[in-house]
């Protein structure tokens, strides 16, 4: 059984059929890249997998849960986390506090733990903080730990957005263009940790990316979008030679 089975996944926004019969099927520990111009219905789609729209048509379903009907934060109980294109960091709060905001959701504690600081609420403190400090140290921004979000140099805080999205512990990881904004070392840097993540956290990565180099450095596998449908899909040295992309999205 795939890890995400989309079937005749479909929205309309007033006249605008923005995704029409989407079907995709993610296999577990797959890196999958989204591909297609501007307006192709990518960012709907990944508002439709988590929540934020209901799908008009067709089913969601990760690891044989369906998903329709469900809010955003119940999808991320059930293992889809994202990041965004515009980055939406908490940028008033430490480095450290933006990943414990996102562990939040699996600990326990009522508010009497909380209150009273009793010692299962500081067992769980300690326990968040040496989580996140290991999520940190993946994205090598441990050193940031005490530093204000906001005071990141860009490339870091997309990183940051990245390692708040894994605290969420997610079966699958929604990438919206994580490359947009970033120099090539930078691009370069984030393709290691974004495989990284995949191999040693084992998450099934899909991500939205106009970088071809990053696209065909790292996806094992390629949907393009075309006016909210699939265009081409297969791997990335077949779909980036297929004419009908290149004459529809590559523009060469
Ligand atoms: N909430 C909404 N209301 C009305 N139209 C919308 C809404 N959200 C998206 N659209 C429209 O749906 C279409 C697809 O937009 P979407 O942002 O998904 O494209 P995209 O492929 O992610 O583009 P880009 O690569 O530029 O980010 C566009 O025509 C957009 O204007």
Redo the contacts with the bound molecule.
Sequence with gaps: MALLEVTNLGIS??G?R?VDNFNIKIEKGQLYGLI??????????F?LLTGV?QPTDGTIALDGEVLNGKSPAQICQSGISRTF?NIRLFHEMTVLDNVKAALHNQMTYSLADTFFRLPKYRKKEDEMNRKAVEILKVFDLDSHADHLAANLPYGKQRKLEIARALATNPKLLLLD?PAAGMNPNETAELMDTIKLIRDQFDITVLL?E?DMKLVSGICEYLTV?NF?TELASGTPNVVLNNPVVITAYLGE
Excluded: M, S
Excluded at 36 to 45: E, Q, Y
């Design positions: 926004f007033g605008l923005a297609g111009p501007n307006g192709a219905g990518k960012t709907t789609i508002n729209y294109q263009e939205i106009h979008l909210g």
